[in-house]
């Protein structure tokens, strides 16, 4: 006599809004003195009839007779899967906790695909990483490829900029354009006791509004396993960057990885050195990172991580040739002009009857003063970072970030300052003057009015000015994506990044103060 059996079960919160209290009501009686196995096997049968609420019945039941709980969350979330139910899946997933062996591998293999339905890449990366037979096949994975794209718009706003020693307000700037970048690589597994993979990529991209092209190609080796454990990488990377030319450069980094509850959490730390050709060495830099990614109990994502890199790199020095004159006392009314810095002969044009001629002829060979304004580029930087990824209808995924970074720069810069002791006209000569009482050079403009030479000298002479860069950003980005089957993933993305620096009213380079991007990505890794 078959008779139906109602039952509630005790399982942890992430279970709560499962429906786990329900009566079968399909004609799928469950035999009383059923064993575990069979009804596992009951419960297997209804999923391939696509009857879910039955199977879950049955897994339950299972359980109830002595099914261990990471037996009834592997297959509660191939349950979930069958109703396209993939954040729910993974939840019940994360929650496995199995010794090494044959059911890990199986969990494992069930966590890739919940990370490849719902777009979260890295991780299925480290996961797949670990397997080491794909499901179906009796062979060990060789092939590990990836191929990117993408497409956007980008705009940045910069800081004013002057140009010294005078001060001059170039301005605010602003540049936008498209962008466009590709990458593209393989990696392929090498045999013996050690997993190891060796492969080739390569990473080419233009932005247009930054007026850059930039390609890189590199070799590779990893080692070790990423899940669970440590592992290690080489690069040899080369490449053509806009502004430096063709570079070299070699990279050595190290991972660790480790697996909890609802989640993993992995440490990361490299060094990479880069070299124009010729053996200049162009910069080098260090970084670490800790993250950690769970689940919640509602199958939405989250991840926090802290980053901090050192950037050694030789600092920008841009030269502004000035012309250079040489008077006796920038304080007289008509000060004695000389042709050299040895005040040892005399100008005879000027002071004295002055017209276009004489003025023209004077103001046409000086001599030139370099004034050298120091911009370091090496500095210290902490990031850290949120990260929130949800499920959204019709099998869309999103994600929102929050990221603040501070950027030290050890070394200060440095240039050398004199205001204008008047506002220029177009046709004024503007110089630096050398003074002979004091042997200081002060800012000159010599103006040539109707036949009549005016000469104005600065109040204050140039002086060497040295402040150091601090910098705070903030940067939000959202995404959305939705995965196209075997072609991998779609997705949009928006950024904003907001800078605050020390040298925003004093900058002599140019600093973003504020930059925005809207980029189109598709990405595929098989």
């Known amino acids: 006599m078959m008779r139906f059996r109602k039952r509630c079960l005790a399982l942890p919160t992430l279970l709560i809004g499962w429906a786990l209290c329900q009566e079968s ?40 007779l002595g099914l261990s709980a990471d037996s009834l969350y592997y297959f509660l979330a191939e349950t979930a899967l069958k109703k396209f139910a993939y954040d729910t899946a993974l939840v019940f997933n994360l929650s496995i906790s199995p010794a090494p062996g044959a059911f890990q591998e199986q969990v494992l293999r069930q966590r890739y695909r919940l990370y490849s339905l719902t777009g979260l890449g890295r991780e299925a990366e480290f996961v797949r990483d670990s397997l080491e037979e794909p499901e179906g096949s009796g062979r060990k994975k060789l092939w590990e490829r990836y191929w990117g794209l993408v497409s956007g718009y980008g705009r940045e706003t910069y800081f004013p900029v002057y140009q010294y020693p005078f001060q001059e307000d170039l301005g605010a700037l602003e540049s936008n354009g498209w962008l466009v970048r590709n990458q593209a690589g393989f990696f392929r597994a090498l045999p013996g006791a ?45 490449g053509r960057v806009t502004g430096a030319g063709d570079i070299l450069s070699g990279k050595v980094d190290g991972s660790y990885l480790f697996s909890f509850h609802r989640g993993f959490a992995s440490m990361h730390a490299g060094y990479e ?80 009857p002055t017209d276009s001629a004489t003025y023209s002829l004077y103001t046409g060979s000086p001599g030139t003063r370099d004034v050298i304004m120091e911009s370091p580029q090496g500095f210290f930087s902490l990031t850290p ?75 204050q002479p140039l002086a060497q000015r040295i402040r150091y860069r601090r910098d705070r950003q903030w940067r939000g980005r959202f995404s959305l994506a939705h995965g196209i089957g075997n072609w991998g993933s779609l997705g949009l993305e928006a950024t904003l990044r907001k800078t605050e620096s020390t040298l925003s009213e004093v900058s002599s380079a140019l600093i973003p103060s504020r930059e925005t991007g809207l980029a189109l990505k598709w990405s595929h890794r098989w």
Request: charged content about 20%.
């Open 25 to 64: 009501h399909d004609g799928n009686a469950i035999p009383e003195n059923s064993s575990p196995g069979t009804l596992v096997t009951q419960g297997l049968r209804a999923l391939d009839q696509n009857l879910s609420d039955s199977a879950r019945i049955f897994f339950l039941e299972a359980r109830a």
């Open 194 to 238: 050690i997993p190891m993979m060796a492969g080739f990529g390569y990473d080419a991209g233009k932005a247009y509004y930054k007026d850059s092209v930039d390609f890189r190609a590199s070799a590779s080796l990893k080692s070790g396993n990423p899940v669970g454990g440590p592992a290690l990488g080489l690069s040899a990377i080369f």
């Open 273 to 352: 050195a880069e070299w124009l050709t010729g053996g200049t060495k162009r910069d080098d830099v260090f970084w670490m990172t800790t993250a950690m990614e769970f689940s919640f109990s509602d199958g939405q994502r989250g991840s926090f991580m802290l980053s901090g890199s050192r950037l050694r790199m030789d600092p920008q020095n841009s030269v502004n040739s000035l012309p250079a004159i040489y008077v006796d006392d920038v304080r007289k009314f008509a000060p004695v002009h000389y042709r050299t810095s040895s005040f040892n002969f005399r100008d005879t044009l000027l002071p004295g």
């Open 385 to 459: 970072s949120l990260e929130y990824s949800f499920s959204l209808p019709f099998g869309f995924s999103g994600a929102a970030e929050a990221q603040a970074t501070l950027l030290f720069y050890p070394d200060p810069y440095s240039w050398e300052e004199t205001p204008l002791p008047i506002a220029a006209n177009s046709g004024d000569f503007q110089a630096l003057a050398l003074n002979r009482v004091d042997r200081q050079e002060y800012g000159a403009v010599l103006r040539l009015d109707n036949g009549t030479l005016r000469e104005f000298y600065s109040a």
